[in-house]
């Protein structure tokens, strides 16, 4: 029993898998890979796609699921270095079956899974079911495949194939500068291809795979880690600059003007593109988002849905709403296209070119005259905030108790969300450790700090010390 004992069952998260390399070790992965076959034969699929990213560790991890995923009577197809999104391109082939060996925007010491099945996210319930039978596997699991000293890969064919699908779906009506940051992660390397194929002129930053992540995590959320990009728009006098995350499903745009668009804005731009071609339908974004995005999108005739976090509910509600979602968009970065283009899921170079295409069509226009229109908000980053040992079931029915006292409405969908008149404020417990993630955005500062003050009134009798971390937010 020490060894069920002693399995990472906390890695197993809502949407993946993930976790630092002390705990996510190639025995572990070999559990999982095990589970993860017979999850897949379940269902009755024979084929699977793996591809890895630039982690130093990715092309050992994918080598060992490969040789179980054969041992237990599979086909595979090695995708070699490769994005999330060309993970999922390329599942196609395997009626919508794939792996990919990713931590996405985390630091070097972390590694993690994320897979399809026919096409769909696991949900929850099946990533708990993984979990639970790699315990079991890892108590058998002797015979670890030994497999050392593996370099990455780069399968152009399989490159080729999706930069073809971007390729036939994009029209540039004109050509633009970009600076393209590839944050030293899988993406960069086909996204500095695909744009320079679309007549682009493009100054590439950190677009060869590079596990050691030399200056920083693959995360491009980070102000701070988009300033090499920011002085190259000045430098080079640039229409536009792109950040990809590490495994390239999450986007940051900076305008000309070297400013960083908030995701808010960005998905009020998706949403006027989507329902200029499909009026009255449905975009979708998270519990993060602002309610100006919700504003926007009623404003253009559309109906907004809000739902919980996390990038595996969003495409699953897009592929489930039977075409009546034509957009999703989270505040993390993740935004999915369902508008009869794109391929139902996150794809930040996708997202980057619909960008691309729609500003194209406006010869005399900046992008930041563009997004003028959509106004700016005042708004605090996503902030992880300890628990101090509180439950963080606890502490939410306390903030749900003590918000009826306020004008405040109040969302429930994932964690508390409280509107005001003219902005919101947020407190989720993290699906990835021991602390909150706190969020709030208004019209203007002021009422900017009337919100959070107003958490902070809502706390600071019972959980002080959470109170005063909320108070030091900026």
Not at 34 to 48: E, I
Not at 277 to 283: D, N, R, T, V
Not at 438 to 459: G, T, W
């Amino acid at each position: 029993m020490d060894a069920m004992v002693n399995f990472p069952l906390h890695i197993f998260r809502a949407y993946d898998i993930r976790g630092k390399l002390t705990v996510f070790t190639p025995q572990v992965v070999t559990a999982i890979a095990y589970a993860l076959a017979q999850q897949y034969q379940t269902v009755g699929q024979t084929k699977v796609v793996i591809g890895y990213d630039a982690r130093l560790s990715s092309p050992q991890y994918a080598a060992i699921l490969a040789t179980i995923f054969e041992k237990q009577g599979l086909d595979v197809i090695d995708l070699g270095c490769c994005s999330s999104p060309m993970m999922y391109f390329m599942a196609r082939q395997t009626h919508g079956t794939g792996v990919m060996v990713t931590a996405s925007h985390n630091p070097k010491s972390d590694n993690g899974i994320k897979w399809i099945l026919k096409g769909e996210p696991p949900t929850p319930a099946q990533i708990e079911e993984i979990g639970n039978a790699a315990a079991h596997h890892y108590i058998k699991v002797m015979d670890t495949p030994r497999i050392r000293g593996l370099s990455h890969q780069i399968k152009t064919d399989c490159c080729l194939s999706y930069q073809q699908g971007l390729l036939q779906d994009i029209q540039l009506a004109r050509p633009f500068k970009i600076v393209l940051d590839g944050l030293h992660g899988s993406a960069g390397r086909c996204a500095e291809i695909v744009l320079t194929k679309l007549g682009c002129n493009v100054i590439a930053l950190r677009c060869e795979a590079n596990g050691e992540f030399p200056d920083h995590a693959p995360d491009p959320s980070q102000a701070i880690h988009l300033e090499q990009l920011r002085q190259n728009i000045i430098k080079h006098k640039a229409d536009i600059g792109i950040a990809l995350d590490g495994d390239g499903d999450r986007l940051v745009i900076v305008d000309d003007q070297a400013h960083i668009i908030t995701a808010d804005r960005l998905i009020s731009l998706f949403a006027k593109i989507c329902l200029a071609e499909h009026p009255q339908a449905e975009i979708v974004f998270d519990v993060k988002c602002s309610s100006m995005v919700a504003q926007t999108v009623k404003a253009l005739g559309g109906v907004p849905t809000m739902i919980r976090t996390g990038s595996s509910f969003l495409r699953s509600y897009l592929s489930q709403s039977q075409g009546k979602a034509v957009f999703g968009g989270e505040y993390a970065g993740h935004y999915v296209f369902n508008d009869g283009r794109g391929f139902g899921y996150d794809d930040g170079l996708y997202a980057a070119l619909r960008v691309l295409e729609y500003l194209s069509q406006f010869p005399e226009q900046t992008l930041s005259q563009l997004l003028s229109t959509v106004p700016e908000r005042y708004c605090t980053e996503d902030t992880y905030i300890s628990t101090y040992r509180s439950e963080p079931k606890i502490v939410l029915q306390d903030i749900e108790r003590l918000s009826y006292q306020s004008k405040a409405q109040l969302s429930k969908i994932d964690g508390i969300r409280l509107d005001f008149a003219d902005g919101f404020g947020i407190i989720r417990a993290s699906n990835t450790g021991e602390y909150f993630t706190v969020r709030f955005d208004a019209a203007n500062p002021l009422q900017l700090a009337h919100i959070r003050h107003q958490f902070v009134r809502m706390l600071q009798d019972k959980y002080p010390k959470i109170a005063q971390d909320i108070s030091n937010i900026h």
